[in-house]
């Protein structure tokens, strides 16, 4: 598509249960980004691929958080053992090298932890 | 994260009339610095974007201003319109290849 995609659009999960989210960045986009976005606040930046380099995880807020990405495709976000705290709206964006340019958002995933 | 507390600083402005909205960033040496809006229920869109060689930038209907010295980016929309509602995000660019979002605010325009 010509977007950045992400699924599931919602997903309702059970306190202690895994998910997992799916990004498709714009074909050709070298860098992969995901942020989380709580109710009425700003975007926190949780992890970055960059084509083959180690990705930046400095973002991640536990160890039940972790993403994967393949090659310069798909990217999943997995959280393990969901919390309450974990229910925010998680955005994925690309960008063509990476650095100082401009990051294009897909629509998000709304995880609601019960 | 980079935003405090839940409630977002709102501008309200009628129909017609330019909106200024403004952003303190945090690190002198960042070097790229852009708007985002986005809409409820939607993902963040490009707005405009600004280098640190440059102090202003114009698009259709809106402007952006860098003041290096004060370490301020200012978003200018002329002449307001219902659509442009949403909430308004600047970023910033620093070393390490990733966006730092500044809180938000939101844009609340009267018709």
């Known amino acids: 598509g010509a977007g950045v995609s992400q699924s599931p659009s919602n997903k309702v999960t059970e306190k202690g249960k895994d998910v997992e989210l799916r990004c498709d960045p714009i074909?050709?986009?070298?860098?992969l980004y995901w942020y989380r976005q709580r109710l009425g606040q700003g975007l926190e930046f949780l992890i970055y691929?960059?084509?083959?380099?180690?990705?930046?995880k400095s973002g991640l807020p536990s160890d039940r958080f972790s993403a994967e990405r393949t090659g310069e495709s798909v990217s999943t976000l997995t959280i393990q053992r969901t919390q309450q705290e974990d229910s925010a709206v998680y955005l994925c964006?690309?960008?063509?090298?990476?650095?100082?340019?401009?990051?294009?958002f897909g629509p998000g995933t709304r995880l609601l932890v019960l | 994260g980079e935003s405090v507390g839940l409630h977002l600083p709102t501008l309200s402005v009628q129909e017609g009339d330019n909106s200024i909205i403004n952003c303190a960033y945090s690190?002198?040496?960042?070097?790229?610095f852009i708007w985002y809006k986005q809409e409820s229920g939607k993902g963040p869109q490009f707005i405009i974007d600004?280098?640190?060689?440059?102090d202003k930038r114009q698009g259709q209907r809106v402007t952006v201003l860098l003041n290096k010295t004060v370490k301020h980016l200012s978003l200018q929309i002329a002449a307001t319109q219902p659509g442009d509602s949403a909430v308004y995000f600047c970023?910033?660019?620093?070393?390490?290849?990733?966006?730092?979002f500044g809180q938000g605010t939101e844009l609340s325009v009267k018709p």
């Open positions: 964006a690309s960008s063509r090298q990476g650095g100082p340019e401009t990051q294009y």
């Open positions: 074909s050709g986009h070298t860098a």
């Open positions: 691929f960059q084509g083959n380099s180690a990705p930046d």
């Open positions: 690190n002198s040496a960042s070097d790229y």
């Open positions: 600004i280098r640190s060689n440059m």
């Open positions: 970023a910033e660019h620093n070393q390490g290849g990733k966006l730092i």
